[in-house]
């Protein structure tokens, strides 16, 4: 039996919950692995080779790899492209650039889902701080999962943070989304908005919370493979993303290996 409220938000008990937490180590310790082997020289493919066995090794599915004929197990977004880059040998990793990898897996019928990027080597400091933007969004984002706050203040708190260090472009038409069951449920989860709207958080909610953040415009487009997006100035974008669930103590951070203990105990002090 899967709970619904009245907004149509799938509820998950404990016991649920529990199940959501092993496919999201799943994915947690997946990009783990894949952020230390990322290296110059490197494809993407490489990469999405080793996430693939990663998953399955540990019993579990690629969510990604079919997904709408998605044709990769990850997502790999190097440098201005912004989300959905499909892996593949065209081209290697240089020093220098940045990836995000976009990983989803599916233990006992529940899905984990979560995004990083890294550097390749040094990077430029704009790239770095770019990166520390995005990322500290997304812990502010995740820290608005108080039963009884509202959708829209996960947005509001990601971009009150993005537009307090400078310019730069949150694309307005991508964010995060509700998980469980299935990879993409409802609620759709704004990186960017007004306060105290849409429903009201509850404990058994899981929310995928995924900024994405542009050295430039917000302004972005579709590649020919109807997959990748990019910035339309050719700037560098940044994407990082956890799956979270509503409890009573707060947030649980269900794809950090730590639980997002450490993040979010820094953020209340």
Same mark, same amino acid.
């Given at each position: ?13 404990? $016991? ?6 092993? %496919?999201? &180590?799943?994915? @947690? !310790?997946? =990009? ?5 082997? #990322? ?95 995005? $990322? ?6 995740? %820290?608005? &999962?108080?039963? @009884? !706050?509202? =959708? ?5 708190? #990601? ?111």
């Amino acid at each position: 039996m899967f709970k619904k409220n009245r907004h149509g938000i799938q509820i998950k008990s404990p $016991e649920q919950l529990e199940k959501m937490r092993a %496919a999201g &180590l799943v994915v @947690g !310790r997946t =990009l783990d692995l894949l952020a230390r082997s #990322v290296e110059p020289g490197m494809t993407p493919l490489d990469l999405d080779v080793i996430a693939e066995k990663a998953i399955r090794d540990e019993g579990a599915i690629p969510s990604f790899k079919g997904y709408q004929g998605f044709p990769a197990s990850i997502c790999a977004s190097v440098n201005h492209e912004v989300v959905h880059g499909i892996p593949t040998n065209a081209r290697k990793l240089r020093e220098g650039d940045i990836i995000s990898i976009d990983c989803g897996a599916i233990l006992d019928g529940w899905h984990g889902d979560s995004a990083v990027t890294v550097p390749v080597g040094g990077v430029d400091p704009k790239l770095t701080e770019l990166m520390r933007i995005t $990322e500290e969004a997304m812990w502010r984002g995740i %820290a608005a &999962l108080g039963a @009884g !706050r509202h =959708l829209s203040d996960i947005g509001h708190e #990601v971009e009150r943070y993005v537009k307090s260090q400078g310019r730069f472009g949150i694309p307005p038409e991508y964010g995060g989304h509700g998980i469980g069951t299935e990879m993409h449920m409802d609620p759709w989860i704004a990186n960017h908005g007004r306060p105290g709207r849409g429903p009201a958080l509850e404990v058994g909610m899981c929310l995928a919370i995924e900024p994405m953040v542009n050295l430039g415009t917000e302004r972005t487009r579709v590649l020919a493979d109807d997959w990748t997006v990019v910035t339309v100035d050719g700037k560098a974008s940044a994407h990082f993303e956890h799956s979270v669930a509503v409890t009573h103590n707060g947030p649980w951070v269900l794809t950090a290996l730590d639980g997002g203990k450490e993040r979010l105990a820094q953020l209340q002090n």
